[in-house]
């Protein structure tokens, strides 16, 4: 009988897309998806290592795990990804009942490392060597890339794919980890990148189902891959992917306000199939703290970005991250943040509280001196502007229809009509927004038109328009996401 793995992923699309990839990884060399922990013969956590509550929430799942590895020994427990690579052998200190730590770097061994743990060579680590310790060419080398063949089973939806641009990243922002526990930056082939697109859209033209393709990469629009004479960028990649058949919809995240070109900006408004959004993280709104942080821009700039993006893509969602409570942060400082984030009206922003991180610039040499009392109440009052902003940005789409990509039922698609076949539905409008509606369960991974009837700050409510044939609003559209 085939061995049955069963993967936990915490943190980002990034760590999404590498637990698709393990699991296309294994099941290529026969294995099967297990639907629990305790079904599985091997469970791995896919871990984060970006703040400190993501290691928390691992080391406290692992404890978790100890009475099932005394009661079942052959149960084979891993570590991988982000935390394996900055922990290295403390996971065994702190856990000794794992088999396996593993990181983001070796992830291509993977199956050949269980094999090895199962037929008794464990416990077994394979992580790169310190960064900092490497040349630049060590380092690229031994942080290769794990890109296996994709299976479809593998993937949350056959109608929404994540797809890697880039690898590592090399811009050091003095709070974060990501260059240390990622490696350096390196761009994939574009011709790799349009056969792996390629491959999904054949994959959901078989399914008829709509694709949305989402380009990832640390910093996506610093992508530049050099083949002879000739160096790709992020809008070239774009341009090349546009046209394929199958493909509906396209995006990238995340942006580093430095790198957002015009070429790129004009892409998207030239582009049918790209999405009208930018997730550009702008981290604080004070110049004091963007130069502490190492971001390389001053709010300023960031505001010029953010007018250029607007006078080209009129209508255009924008997104952003913010840390609060970043080292010496004043009051006045945080307020200018607030500041930036009534301007700018993003559409949503994800507001992290300052942690500091082993090993980086900023947990070395400045003071973590914000109480973590005052970090909260920083990130609730920034959290209530943007939660506020949210819903008044959301309210001139009541009235309007928007194209949903249909993603599946609702959280709460219990509410079932009499009919049967009709249930609540919840999908995402070119923009990002989430729609929720009532619909036939056929519709799931279709575009369709959705009337919006009301609107909170993180959904709105709607009406499907799929059965009325050329529906359309009569309202002179004035956001992207309005038809
Ligand atoms: N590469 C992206 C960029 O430059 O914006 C961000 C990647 S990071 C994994 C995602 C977000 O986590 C960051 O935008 C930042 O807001 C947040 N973050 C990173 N390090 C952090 C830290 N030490 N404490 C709190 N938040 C942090
Ligand atoms: Fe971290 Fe900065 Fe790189 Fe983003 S750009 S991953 S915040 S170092």
């Given at each position: 009988m085939s061995k049955r793995f069963y993967i936990e992923t915490v943190g980002c699309q990034m760590n999404v897309l590498d637990s698709e990839l393990i699991a296309s990884g294994l099941i290529g060399v026969g294995y099967e998806p297990a639907e629990s922990r305790r079904r599985a013969d091997v469970v791995l956590f896919n871990t984060c290592s970006v703040r400190q509550h993501a290691e928390d929430k691992i080391y406290s799942a692992l404890g978790r795990l100890k009475h099932a590895k005394e009661h079942d020994p052959t149960k084979i427990i891993g570590v991988v990804g982000c935390m394996a690579q900055k922990d290295g052998p403390l996971v065994f200190r702190r856990a000794p009942h794992v088999d396996l730590v593993v990181g983001p770097s070796h992830l291509g061994q993977l199956a050949r490392l269980i094999d090895e743990v199962a037929t008794g060579g464990g416990p077994l680590i394979a992580v790169s060597p310190d960064r900092g310790a490497a040349t630049h060419a060590e380092a690229r080398e031994s942080f290769a890339q794990f890109n296996p063949t994709r299976?479809?089973?593998?993937?949350?939806?056959?109608?929404?794919?994540?797809?890697?641009?880039?690898?590592?990243?090399?811009?050091?922002?003095?709070?974060?980890?990501v260059p240390a526990v990622r490696g350096p930056e390196q761009s994939r082939p574009i011709d790799e990148i349009e056969k792996e697109v390629r491959l999904l859209a054949r994959q959901a033209l078989d399914r008829h189902v709509a694709l949305e393709v989402t380009l990832l990469g640390q910093t996506v629009n610093s992508y530049r891959y050099r083949d002879g004479e000739r160096t790709y960028r992020l809008a070239d990649v774009l341009y090349r992917l546009n046209d394929i058949e199958g493909l509906a919809r396209l995006k990238f995240v995340t942006n580093h306000p430095r790198h957002m070109t015009d070429d790129l900006i004009r892409a998207v408004a030239d582009l049918e199939k790209v999405s009208p959004y930018f997730h550009v993280p702008a981290q604080s709104g004070s110049d004091r703290m963007l130069k502490r942080m190492r971001r390389g821009y001053t709010a300023g700039q960031y505001r010029e970005m953010l007018e250029r993006i607007w006078a080209a893509v009129p209508g255009a969602a924008v997104t952003s991250d913010f840390i609060v409570g970043f080292c010496g942060e004043t009051e006045a400082e945080f307020d200018e943040t607030v500041e930036l984030v009534r301007q700018a009206r993003f559409k949503n922003s994800f507001i992290f509280k300052y942690s500091p991180r082993p090993g980086t610039y900023a947990a070395e040499h400045y003071d973590d001196d914000v109480p973590e009392r005052e970090k909260r109440r920083r990130n609730n009052k920034l959290l209530a502007v943007q939660n506020a902003i949210s819903e008044e940005e959301n309210q001139p789409l009541v009235g309007h229809t928007v194209e949903v990509l249909v993603e599946g039922p609702s959280k709460s698609s219990a509410k079932r009509h009499a009919a049967g076949d009709v249930t609540q539905l919840v999908g995402r409008t070119t923009c990002d927004r989430i729609v929720v509606f009532d619909g036939s369960v056929d519709l799931v991974g279709q575009v369709v038109p959705v009337e919006i009837e009301s609107a909170g700050a993180f959904t709105l409510f709607g009406k499907s328009l799929f059965h009325r044939e050329g529906a359309k609003s009569a309202k002179k559209p004035q956001n992207a996401d309005r038809k």
């Open positions: 299976h479809v089973e593998t993937r949350a939806s056959a109608h929404q794919a994540m797809v890697r641009a880039m690898f590592g990243c090399d811009n050091y922002c003095s709070y974060c980890v």
